[in-house]
């Protein structure tokens, strides 16, 4: 790394985004110091994304844009971005986000201090950066992600210092690229929801360390995916989303939890279904019922890739588990 040039990637995956991007883009132009390069992977668009990543080519070191046919899901892209860099350090960066101006040198700093392979930055609500989007997340009861300020809350302690966690939110994370070539990069049959807590699970499994870069602050318009999805989004957040939940735990838990966690999970979403179906929902309903009997046929096959799995499985310690409170279980009840 040099004076004005840090030795990181930039990975923005886009689809249909063009009104966001370059925002985005403009924010990550100004960053001191410079990232390496910048890999825009563009998933399909039939907007303007591609012309808009294109004339701003000229404010940066390297712009490298790799449009691909279809919108392959967001794994996939990321990990065309992870093909394509060539920094030590990969950051992923939504393009419905925007950067500050030391967000690169503030998550390398705490990389650094932690000794990290993995950070999360500060993520702010774009519209009022007084609140939270995500700071983290540690891992609550039958392995579903606990954010560590709820979004939309206003920032406390906790958002101050650094800390470990679990997991990042991917609207603005950053690796170590020889941690994410060891796991093998983003599981591509995770289309939308679970996948980058389906990568921290492995990043786990392998001994690696995740930690809040709070110094490093992007503001983020939560939501843009299913704006950009509207006509799937349903469908992904409520059966993509149950299957891929069930597949995360029965596919990276200690074998001597993963039973009682799958039969947890399974457990937790029927009553979500039932709370959907009482409440007048019922497509929602039904679709949670058809994630979920898709999850238990893929169960044979994930155990399969379990036997075959050369990452170590272990149990999650106390330092990285959410406490069940109160305030938890309401977190729930708004969440579905």
Same mark, same amino acid.
């Given at each position: 790394?040099?004076?004005?040039?840090?030795?990181?990637?930039?990975?923005?995956?886009?689809?249909?985004?063009?009104?966001?991007?370059?925002?985005?883009?403009?924010?990550?132009?100004?960053?001191?110091?410079?990232?390496?390069?910048?890999?825009?992977?563009?998933?399909?668009?039939?907007?303007?994304?591609?012309?808009?990543?294109?004339?701003?080519?000229?404010?940066?070191?390297?712009?490298?844009?790799?449009?691909?046919?279809?919108?392959?899901?967001?794994?996939?892209?990321?990990?065309?971005?992870?093909?394509?860099?060539?920094?030590?350090?990969?950051?992923?960066?939504?393009?419905?986000?925007?950067?500050?101006?030391?967000?690169?040198?503030?998550?390398?700093?705490?990389?650094?201090?932690?000794?990290?392979?993995?950070?999360?930055?500060?993520?702010?609500?774009?519209?009022?950066?007084?609140?939270?989007?995500?700071?983290?997340?540690?891992?609550?009861?039958?392995?579903?992600?606990?954010?560590?300020?709820?979004?939309?809350?206003?920032?406390?302690?906790?958002? !101050?210092?650094?800390?470990?966690?679990?997991? $990042?939110?991917? *609207?603005?994370?950053?690796? #170590? &690229?020889? %941690?994410? @070539?060891?796991?093998?990069?983003?599981?591509?049959?995770?289309?939308?929801?679970?996948?980058?807590?389906?990568?921290?699970?492995?990043?786990?499994?392998?001994?690696?360390?995740?930690?809040?870069?709070?110094?490093?602050?992007?503001?983020?318009?939560?939501?843009?995916?299913?704006?950009?999805?509207?006509?799937?989004?349903?469908?992904?957040?409520?059966?993509?989303?149950?299957?891929?939940?069930?597949?995360?735990?029965?596919?990276?838990?200690?074998?001597?939890?993963?039973?009682?966690?799958?039969?947890?999970? !399974?457990?937790?979403?029927?009553?979500?279904? $039932?709370?959907? *179906?009482?409440?007048?929902? #019922? &497509?929602? %309903?039904? @679709?949670?019922?058809?994630?979920?009997?898709?999850?238990?046929?893929?169960?044979?096959?994930?155990?399969?890739?379990?036997?075959?799995?050369?990452?170590?499985?272990?149990?999650?310690?106390?330092?990285?588990?959410?406490?069940?409170?109160?305030?938890?279980?309401?977190?729930?009840?708004?969440?579905?």
């Amino acid at each position: 790394m040099t004076q004005d040039v840090a030795d990181v990637t930039v990975v923005v995956v886009n689809c249909n985004g063009g009104a966001d991007l370059g925002d985005c883009l403009v924010s990550l132009s100004r960053s001191e110091p410079s990232p390496k390069e910048v890999v825009v992977v563009d998933n399909g668009s039939s907007d303007d994304s591609l012309e808009v990543a294109q004339n701003l080519s000229n404010d940066f070191r390297e712009l490298k844009v790799i449009p691909l046919s279809t919108n392959q899901g967001l794994n996939v892209a990321r990990n065309v971005g992870i093909e394509h860099a060539t920094g030590k350090v990969v950051a992923f960066i939504d393009n419905d986000a925007r950067a500050e101006r030391d967000w690169i040198q503030r998550a390398l700093d705490t990389m650094e201090q932690t000794g990290a392979d993995a950070v999360q930055c500060k993520l702010l609500l774009a519209h009022d950066p007084t609140l939270v989007d995500s700071i983290g997340y540690l891992i609550g009861p039958f392995g579903f992600p606990r954010q560590l300020l709820r979004p939309g809350a206003p920032e406390d302690e906790s958002a !101050v210092e650094p800390r470990y966690l679990f997991g $990042a939110k991917g *609207a603005g994370m950053m690796f #170590r &690229r020889d %941690a994410l @070539l060891q796991i093998g990069g983003f599981d591509p049959s995770f289309f939308l929801y679970g996948d980058e807590t389906e990568l921290f699970w492995r990043i786990f499994r392998m001994g690696g360390v995740v930690a809040l870069a709070p110094q490093s602050v992007i503001l983020h318009n939560s939501g843009g995916t299913r704006r950009f999805l509207s006509s799937a989004a349903d469908d992904l957040l409520y059966r993509g989303g149950t299957r891929n939940y069930i597949r995360m735990i029965a596919k990276n838990q200690h074998p001597r939890r993963v039973l009682f966690d799958v039969f947890g999970q !399974v457990s937790v979403w029927l009553a979500v279904a $039932a709370y959907q *179906a009482t409440t007048g929902r #019922r &497509r929602a %309903a039904r @679709l949670i019922m058809k994630g979920i009997a898709e999850a238990v046929r893929e169960l044979p096959s994930l155990h399969r890739l379990r036997v075959e799995d050369e990452l170590p499985f272990r149990i999650v310690p106390k330092s990285l588990k959410a406490r069940v409170t109160v305030s938890y279980l309401g977190e729930i009840k708004r969440a579905i």
